[in-house]
């Protein structure tokens, strides 16, 4: 039997094959384009992302006999997107997506509402699903009365896979809709935004059977038997799947278009003021916290565009030895921030610059202010009583040791590098796929993978860094958003 794990992100969807050891068999990948119709705004073609299934489908069907015998999916997803269908499930507008800020007024009078963040466990984000409403009830009334579901985009696929209305906890954690503690759509939560718990779709857990797959599609794809769909995961619950966090002291750190640092807890214990977020896991009776930048991978890209040069040229010119901090410092907000700021507006900043400033200079700058931006999230969770001694690093940006032993000496916790190229939230979609489909347990699927090296702090620079993150702190003064 094999399994597929389906990972909907950003900028494109990957779909990848597993047998039951977990052996990666084949992959396939289509990508899509996000708009920006407006300052701030980002949104997709709901519709763009059933194109992209059906041809990696039709790919791993045409090329990898074994996707016959197709057993379990799992569906994993770019969070806090909202995808609004009518009564007929037609999609009403295009999904305004996580990274879109439009909605920062009416996250702040939500963030502000009594009992919110008690019941959500979580500061009301801009990019939360529930401000995405308030915005669309504000701003185009006409389409919000026709509103008869929302659904995040992992949500979306799986209402096209099995016909059902049916979401993860782990995903609906990030709406501001769901009791995060007690695992449930809370009415005071709808209630304060405006919407009802019959536009909610029905809630399992990541794990667990959602439907099964529509037989239309089970035909056309060439497989031989009945496909149970997992409730599937946010795209974070998902890689921690994938790398195996499951468990207190178990983390990542990812340096992708922004940067995320993880810990899995074995209890629920929110701590909103330090803007952390804490979510449900995708396996019952676990929930992680992670601190969210937005532009991690995104600040290297800037920088690569208005130097006309690759991310991987500028990075690869610094050369393989840590260098002392940087005298030229970057603030990495291009696009507003998350933790610990919980500020849409803020922006970014380079000072320090001189006449002899070179592109060097500002590669080492950029690297340095993502780490320091990482580190504040590491504080953050720190407050929460989280005990992190070690880190995996996934995502693009950990292919650059460099920034790696930056991120290493900054957080003076060492980074475990995973064997193999197949450890994120693909995996992870797949291995949930494999749980709902089978009786196995989630500590016998989810396991860690090998390591095939770690990136130790470089000890002789911990305290000048240290002290480079301190300066850093001050350079951005009193946060004030989250108190």
């Not at 708009?35 to 990898?64: C, F, V, Y």
């Not at 009365?145 to 896979?161: E, G, S, T, W």
């Not at 794990?207 to 149970?228: F, I, N, P, Y």
Request: proline residues 5%; negative net charge.
């Amino acid at each position: 039997m094999t399994y597929l794990g389906i990972d909907l992100g950003t900028s494109g969807l990957r779909a990848l094959l597993v047998d039951d050891a977990g052996n990666v068999l084949g992959a396939a990948e289509r990508h899509y384009d996000v708009t920006h119709p407006a300052s701030g705004w980002s949104e997709q073609d709901p519709s763009d992302w059933i194109k992209a299934l059906h041809n990696a489908m039709a790919e791993l069907r045409d090329t990898h006999p074994a996707f016959a015998d197709l057993k379990g999916i799992g569906v994993a997803g770019h969070m806090h997107g909202a995808t609004l269908l009518d009564a007929a499930g037609d999609v009403l507008r295009p999904c305004i997506l996580w990274n879109d800020t439009r909605s920062h007024v009416e996250a702040a009078i939500l963030d502000g509402t009594e009992g919110v963040r008690e019941l959500s466990g979580n500061i009301v984000f801009p990019g939360f699903t529930a401000p995405k409403l308030e915005w669309v009830r504000a701003h185009e009334p006409d389409i919000y009365d026709k509103v008869a579901k929302v659904l995040l985009p992992a949500a979306y696929l799986n209402l096209y896979l099995t016909g059902d209305y049916v979401a993860d906890m782990s995903d609906s954690a990030g709406t501001s809709w769901l009791d995060v503690g007690q695992r449930d759509w809370s009415k005071p939560l709808l209630d304060a935004s405006h919407m009802h718990g019959h536009q909610m779709p029905r809630l399992v857990e990541g794990s667990d059977k959602a439907g099964e797959l529509r037989t239309d599609l089970s035909k056309a794809w060439g497989l031989k038997s009945t496909v149970v769909v997992a409730g599937g995961a946010g795209d974070n619950a998902a890689a921690a799947c994938g790398i195996g966090a499951l468990n207190e002291g178990q983390g990542f750190v990812s340096l992708g278009t922004s940067g995320v640092l993880l810990a899995a807890r074995d209890g629920y214990r929110p701590a909103p003021e330090t803007a952390v977020h804490t979510f449900c896991h995708a396996v019952p009776g676990r929930w992680y916290q992670m601190g969210v930048m937005l532009s991690a991978t995104d600040s290297l890209n800037w920088l690569a565009g208005i130097t006309g040069k690759s991310p991987q040229t500028l990075s690869e010119a610094l050369g393989r030895k840590l260098r002392p901090p940087s005298t030229v410092r970057f603030l990495p907000y291009l696009s507003g921030e998350r933790t610990p700021h919980n500020d849409a507006e803020i922006r970014g900043s380079l000072t320090g610059l001189g006449t002899s400033t070179t592109t060097q200079d500002l590669t080492q700058a950029v690297l340095e202010g993502v780490a320091f931006g990482l580190r504040d999230s590491f504080e953050a969770l720190k407050a929460t009583d989280v005990k992190l001694e070690r880190l995996t690093a996934i995502g693009g940006g950990a292919a650059s040791d460099y920034w790696l032993e930056l991120i290493a000496t900054v957080l003076n916790v060492p980074l475990d590098l995973p064997s193999g190229s197949e450890f994120g939230a693909a995996l992870g979609a797949a291995r949930l796929g494999q749980l709902a489909a089978t009786d196995a347990a989630p500590e016998d699927v989810i396991t860690a993978p090998q390591i095939d090296r770690t990136i130790s702090p470089n000890t002789a620079m911990t305290s000048d860094f240290a002290a480079a993150y301190q300066a850093f702190r001050a350079s951005y003064g009193p946060i004030k958003k989250v108190q």
